[in-house]
């Protein structure tokens, strides 16, 4: 049984088997001010400094492990291990709490490009209060092992304007999607572009381990391999998934690749959950 990042959206999981309307991305265009902040930000390069992945603290979503271990084995060699890992080669590098991803997101001591993560995350109906669960710290509640979107505002409120932005990928549940009617636009996803991210990848409802992680190694694999900019690669990645004649790619190894195989990849709440926030030119810079 393939376990679920949140909970299943019906009305998504119920969408027809067919093939349906050719993937699109979604690059989000946030307020006014922010589009304009981010239309102008400058990508940090991926290869230019630290490189974070981060999987689920608590072992429960047995993809996430998968997913980072593929993304570190063909596109990041060398990234730093945030979580918990069954089979890591080697120590994690940090427990991956909210005190250390802050660190290397803007306005931290060590901004990273990318930021992945692989992890529960859950929007709720007062949007500040949306949330990433990361691990908690020794001895601490369990409250301290979630950084919410209040929490990633307040990080970044002191960050300098022109800083090049990271390249930030929610790979959960709801990171972009507002559960309040009162403001569509305020999501961890928007909370992180505000904070200074050039590009957010999130995602507009539950998704499915799986699949997720198929299509996430499909992106990275265009991000790295091919040099495509974040906007351009979450195309790239949904016109694959849906393809009966798809080729595997290097980022799919061992149970990835098996799991490319399956036959309802082309089902829409496979690949059309996740969304661009941030910078939507096609260049590097």
Do not use: K
């Not at 990433?132 to 209040?150: I, Q, W, Y």
């Amino acid at each position: 049984m393939i376990s679920t990042r949140a909970r299943v959206n019906s009305m998504m999981a119920s969408s027809s088997s067919s093939p349906g309307p050719s993937p699109r991305t979604t690059s989000v265009t946030p307020p006014g001010a922010q589009f304009l902040a981010a239309a102008a930000r400058r990508r940090m390069p991926l290869a230019g400094g630290p490189q974070v992945l981060v999987a689920e603290p608590e072992l429960t979503l047995p993809w996430a492990e998968l997913e980072t271990a593929a993304l570190r084995s063909a596109c990041y060699a060398g990234a730093l291990r945030y979580g918990e890992f069954f089979t890591a080669d080697g120590e994690r590098d940090a427990a991956g709490t909210p005190e250390d991803l802050l660190a290397v997101l803007p306005g931290g001591t060590t901004p990273a490009s990318p930021v992945h993560l692989s992890c529960h995350a859950v929007a709720v109906p007062r949007p500040t209060d949306s949330e990433l669960r990361l691990a908690v710290p020794p001895g601490a509640r369990a409250e301290a092992g979630r950084l919410t979107v209040a929490d990633i505002l307040d990080a970044s409120a002191d960050r300098g304007p022109g800083t090049a932005g990271p390249l930030v990928v929610l790979s959960a549940c709801e990171t972009d999607l507002s559960a309040g009617h009162h403001d569509e636009a305020l999501t961890l996803a928007t909370a992180l572009v505000t904070g200074g991210a050039a590009d957010v990848v999130g995602s507009r409802w539950a998704v499915r381990d799986g699949p997720t992680s198929v299509m996430m190694a499909v992106f990275h694999h265009h991000l790295t391999a091919r040099g495509l900019t974040p906007p351009d690669a979450l195309r790239a990645a949904p016109l694959w998934m849906p393809d009966p004649h798809r080729i595997p790619l290097p980022t799919l190894d061992g149970p990835l690749r098996a799991e490319a195989a399956r036959p309802d990849l082309h089902r829409l709440h496979h690949w059309a959950a996740f969304t661009h926030q941030g910078n939507p030119t096609a260049r590097g810079g």
